[in-house]
Every structure is written in structure tokens, then in C-alpha cells.
């Protein structure tokens, strides 16, 4: 190969590896929702479980998990701003980044996630619902919140 084929080979390698990172390169405010996908997605897994469609529950769960890791990660490289984390994340989220590891952390959301979403589904009125009712409410809430639609590809 001569030196002329060598160098283009070079630049076009070069030109393709800056375009691909700039097209994977994400903003604030896609980080900041990642955040709130994660809580989100942890929330209508419960509601999926809850219902017993464990399929659901288990994509829902790892979907939210993978954003929460992504979240955290670029939470921790200060490459989300200020605004955008009050506009897009629930609060709630930021008290619980505390912990040894980014696991831990997602386990303290993934539980608050689900306590917050199984809330109205267990009482009503400060009565234990019957476990169909629960169900029915679950099944509502999961309609009502577009989980089937969470992590999908558009």
C-alpha cells in the first residue's frame, strides 16, 4: 500500500471516530433524564411485579438500572447542571446518592421507587385493600404512568 492510501485510511479513521463520539455525546439535560427514566422505570417495574407479569417487571427493572448507573456516573463527571438536575430529577433521587458503590445507591432508589409506587395500591383510605383490588389499582397505575412504553425504542 503506498503512503498516499496509508494516510487516507488514517484521516477517514480519525473523522469517523470524532463523528461517532460526537453523536454519543449526550447533554445535561439528557443525563438529568436519565435519572428521572431510572425512577420511573423502577417505579412501573414494581407495578409489573405486582401484577405478576414478571417479563415486564424484569425489563422495566434493568431498563431503569442501566439509566440509573449512566445517571449517576455522569452525576459523579459534573456533566449535569444545576438547573437541569431541579427541572428533571425527582428529588427524592438526590437524597439517596449515598453509599459505597453506584449499586448500593440504585438499591436505596429501586426501594423507595417501589414503596412510592405501590403506596395507593396497598391502602386506600387507611384500609388494606383486598389483593384483587390492589391489582386492579396496579394495573390502572401502570396503564395510567405509560409504563409499557418505558425503555422502548421510539
Known sequence: MDNIKQKRIIITTILLLMFANFAV????????AMGAEAWSAFECSSLASHIKDSKEGERLFLFGYEQGKKFIRALKANKIEKEDISNGVPMIMLLLLEGPS?????????????????????????????????????????????????????
Open 25 to 32: 455525546a449526550q447533554t445535561s439535560k439528557e443525563h438529568a
Open 102 to 154: 453506584e449499586d448500593f445507591m440504585l438499591g436505596r432508589i429501586y426501594e423507595n421507587a417501589q414503596e412510592h409506587a405501590l403506596e395507593k395500591v396497598f391502602k386506600t383510605d387507611d384500609k388494606f385493600n383486598s389483593e384483587q383490588f390492589q391489582k386492579d389499582i396496579a394495573k390502572s397505575e401502570f396503564r395510567k404512568r405509560n409504563c409499557q412504553f418505558i425503555g422502548k425504542q421510539k
